[in-house]
């Protein structure tokens, strides 16, 4: 079985300054790894995806991630945050047993401050 | 290109009620997965359609129940509703069941049980 653990529930950060939200998994076989954002009162939006290739995957609104296998982690990064950033962060992850049936962390809430 | 949509956004029941929730998945996607996504928590996965039939099924009792029609269009159906059923229920769609295969959400419905 597969699990998602994302780190920090909170993370409070100021405009303009870097962030990174953490992510680590376990799987006993290969994965495929997914950030998706919730904006108050909506449902996901991907924001990007990790399925073979480069490690570093770049996604929508500027934001990143680098797909660690020795440290099982997907860790989602923006160099600058903005206001409009502030939401709910959700890790998943997919495996060869599960077809594309996703396991989610429990998000992490980004909070950006002026 | 139509995304997916799911209704009503919101509902109020009852325990002991029953509730019905629709979703009509992305043009061109033959696969709907349902998940629920209670307070505060990262979705978890109820079960998934694949050309209307059942294809997977997460841990959830057999009075939450579903139906994918020839349009890929799909019902998620719960009986005996208790308290702990209030949730945002979320539906995605994909162009498969493979592994690599994305899924994309819609905006949820919000299902209250008093």
């Known amino acids: 079985a597969q699990s998602v653990t994302q780190l920090d529930s909170q993370v409070p950060v100021f405009e303009e300054a870097p962030v990174e939200l953490r992510c680590n998994y376990s799987?006993?076989?290969?994965?495929?790894l997914f950030w998706y954002v919730q904006y108050p009162n909506q449902g996901l939006q991907l924001l990007l995806k990790?399925?073979?290739?480069?490690?570093l995957v770049k996604g929508i609104n500027g934001f990143e991630a680098e797909f660690n296998k020795s440290q099982t982690s997907f860790h989602l990064r923006k160099p600058s945050v903005h206001i409009s950033d502030t939401a709910e962060y959700f890790c998943?992850?997919?495996?060869?047993?599960?077809?594309?049936?996703?396991?989610f962390g429990g998000g992490t809430r980004l909070m950006v401050k002026p | 290109e139509t995304g997916v949509t799911q209704s009503p956004t919101h509902l109020i029941k009852t325990r002991g009620q029953q509730v019905t929730l629709r979703c009509s998945s992305q043009?061109?996607?033959?696969?709907v997965s349902w998940y629920q996504q209670a307070l505060g928590q990262g979705p978890q996965f109820i079960f998934q359609?694949?050309?209307?039939?059942?294809?997977g099924r997460g841990n959830f009792p057999p009075r939450f129940s579903g139906l994918q029609f020839p349009n890929y269009s799909s019902e998620l159906n719960v009986n005996a509703l208790e308290l702990d059923d209030s949730a945002l229920y979320l539906c995605?769609?994909?162009?498969?069941?493979?592994?690599?295969?994305?899924?994309?959400f819609g905006p949820g419905t919000r299902l209250t049980v008093l």
């Open positions: 995605a769609s994909s162009l498969g069941v493979k592994d690599t295969d994305t899924q994309y």
């Open positions: 799987s006993s076989v290969s994965v495929y």
């Open positions: 990790y399925l073979s290739g480069s490690t």
């Open positions: 998943a992850v997919s495996d060869s047993n599960a077809g594309n049936m996703l396991t």
């Open positions: 043009s061109g996607h033959n696969t």
């Open positions: 359609y694949y050309r209307e039939e059942e294809n």
